[in-house]
């Protein structure tokens, strides 16, 4: 029992799935001489009974804030895979190791990766050089603050604020700063939501939609009810910075670049920042170049849909579904986890332009204005989800 729940425990807590959760310990119950096992899952324990003979036991764990270890993830899997081979004390001194482990990477280049991943995401929204440097800037010192924050074990909520405000506010101060040079910055709306992108919740909210597709409804509820309450303390955050600052969220025409070299130059800001995200969530090497591919092909094709005319939504559909069906593709294949490459490119392709504009247009009293951006920004995060969970529904499984 003590096997079991720590295998779980650990599996939730690194971010993947209660159904995926659920499965691998179907898996390793019957190797541990139980008979039936019944499991059921939140975001913040987990409760597993299991029967042998004629008795059965139940047990409870707390699990403890949530994260995201992809890493981590990939080797339970791999244990739970071989589990046969051992005995449940070596079994249990395995999973002592795997939780013992440290993160591959250090707070520098997780710093670096999101300020890498931030310039991207600024270039892909139509921002220039000095947006893309100041998104830089702000993306790296905010994720600095976050991982300061989570070693003392703050609060999740007010970190995700704090960092919005660190990250959004050390744009504001490079803008300010460069403009006095003579530095122009056309869009700044593009390059300031992408200074905090990497506080977007994406593994919670699509684990937590997997999660509703295979009715593990709890775990789902919690999951997506954390996720909704991270975004709502960013929108704080960011909501302090817009109001101290009297940030101007007037929308200038995109950076005008010829065809072929703005095709070019998406497909190498899409690899860098579903990459570099990736790194974020402590994706292995290949992992996070697996990632970046596929963002570069996925986020590329929807781009180039709208460019021919494609509404927003239906292209973001697409591209969603592309990627759902290629992550189902590399589980099979690359023994990699679902959520692991989807989550990375999913999240660039985040309007987050307009979730901004919905934010600083209800704040301002622009209550029609502040509709039809939530509406757009709506439509566009719906089919993203659609086309995930298309792709779940298409796999033989």
Same mark, same amino acid.
């Given at each position: 029992?003590?096997?079991?729940?720590?295998?779980?425990?650990?599996?939730?807590?690194?971010?993947?799935?209660?159904?995926?959760?659920?499965?691998?310990?179907?898996?390793?119950?019957?190797?541990?001489?139980?008979?039936?096992?019944?499991?059921?899952?939140?975001?913040?324990?987990?409760?597993?009974?299991?029967?042998?003979?004629?008795?059965?036991?139940?047990?409870?764990?707390?699990?403890?804030?949530?994260?995201?270890?992809?890493?981590?993830?990939?080797?339970?899997?791999?244990?739970?895979?071989?589990?046969?081979?051992?005995?449940?004390?070596?079994?249990?001194?395995?999973?002592?190791?795997?939780?013992?482990?440290?993160?591959?990477?250090?707070?520098?280049?997780?710093?670096?990766?999101?300020?890498?991943?931030?310039?991207?995401?600024?270039?892909?929204?139509?921002? *220039? #050089?000095?947006?893309? !440097? $100041?998104? @830089?800037? &702000?993306?790296?010192?905010?994720? +600095? /603050?976050?991982?300061?924050?989570?070693?003392?074990?703050?609060?999740?909520?007010?970190?995700?604020?704090?960092?919005?405000?660190?990250?959004?506010?050390?744009?504001?101060?490079?803008?300010?700063?460069?403009?006095?040079?003579?530095?122009?910055?056309?869009?700044?709306?593009?390059?300031?939501?992408?200074?905090?992108?990497?506080?977007?919740?994406?593994?919670?909210?699509?684990?937590?939609?997997?999660?509703?597709?295979?009715?593990?409804?709890?775990?789902?509820?919690?999951?997506?009810?954390? *996720? #909704?309450?991270?975004? !709502? $303390?960013? @929108?704080? &955050?960011?909501?302090?910075?817009? +109001? /101290?600052?009297?940030?101007?969220?007037?929308?200038?025409?995109?950076?005008?670049?010829?065809?072929?070299?703005?095709?070019?130059?998406?497909?190498?800001?899409?690899?860098?920042?579903?990459?570099?995200?990736?790194?974020?969530?402590?994706?292995?090497?290949?992992?996070?170049?697996?990632?970046?591919?596929?963002?570069?092909?996925?986020?590329?094709?929807?781009?180039?849909?709208?460019?021919?005319?494609?509404?927003?939504?239906?292209?973001?559909?697409?591209?969603?579904?592309?990627?759902?069906?290629?992550?189902?593709?590399?589980?099979?294949?690359?023994?990699?986890?679902?959520?692991?490459?989807?989550?990375?490119?999913?999240?660039?392709?985040?309007?987050?332009?307009?979730?901004?504009?919905?934010?600083?247009?209800?704040?301002?009293?622009?209550?029609?204005?502040?509709?039809?951006?939530?509406?757009?920004?709506?439509?566009?995060?719906?089919?993203?989800?659609?086309?995930?969970?298309?792709?779940?529904?298409?796999?033989?499984?």
């Amino acid at each position: 029992m003590e096997v079991l729940l720590s295998f779980g425990a650990l599996m939730l807590q690194a971010g993947n799935t209660a159904v995926r959760t659920r499965g691998w310990i179907d898996v390793i119950a019957p190797k541990l001489g139980f008979e039936a096992v019944a499991v059921n899952a939140s975001l913040d324990s987990i409760t597993v009974s299991v029967r042998r003979g004629n008795g059965w036991l139940t047990a409870i764990r707390e699990i403890g804030p949530p994260g995201v270890n992809v890493l981590r993830v990939a080797q339970l899997e791999q244990m739970a895979k071989a589990a046969a081979q051992h005995t449940p004390a070596e079994i249990a001194t395995a999973l002592a190791k795997i939780e013992a482990g440290s993160h591959q990477y250090s707070s520098i280049q997780i710093a670096a990766a999101v300020g890498l991943a931030s310039a991207g995401f600024a270039f892909i929204n139509g921002a *220039g #050089l000095p947006e893309m !440097l $100041a998104a @830089a800037m &702000g993306g790296g010192c905010g994720q +600095g /603050l976050k991982s300061w924050l989570n070693h003392r074990r703050v609060n999740h909520y007010a970190v995700a604020a704090l960092s919005a405000i660190a990250a959004s506010g050390v744009f504001f101060l490079v803008a300010a700063a460069g403009s006095q040079f003579g530095f122009r910055f056309a869009q700044y709306p593009a390059g300031f939501i992408a200074s905090i992108l990497f506080l977007v919740p994406g593994f919670p909210l699509l684990a937590g939609l997997f999660d509703l597709l295979q009715y593990q409804t709890v775990a789902a509820l919690s999951r997506l009810a954390y *996720g #909704l309450m991270i975004l !709502l $303390a960013v @929108a704080f &955050g960011l909501s302090i910075v817009v +109001g /101290l600052g009297g940030v101007d969220v007037t929308r200038q025409p995109p950076l005008e670049l010829a065809y072929a070299p703005k095709l070019l130059f998406r497909c190498v800001a899409s690899f860098i920042a579903a990459g570099a995200f990736a790194i974020l969530f402590n994706s292995p090497p290949r992992t996070a170049l697996a990632a970046g591919l596929l963002a570069l092909v996925a986020n590329s094709l929807r781009l180039l849909l709208i460019d021919f005319g494609v509404m927003p939504a239906p292209a973001a559909f697409l591209a969603a579904l592309s990627i759902g069906l290629a992550a189902l593709l590399a589980e099979r294949h690359l023994d990699v986890p679902p959520v692991a490459i989807a989550v990375a490119p999913i999240v660039i392709m985040i309007p987050g332009i307009l979730a901004f504009e919905t934010i600083v247009f209800f704040n301002q009293g622009q209550m029609l204005d502040a509709l039809r951006a939530f509406a757009s920004c709506g439509f566009i995060v719906g089919a993203l989800a659609i086309g995930l969970a298309s792709a779940r529904v298409l796999s033989p499984k």
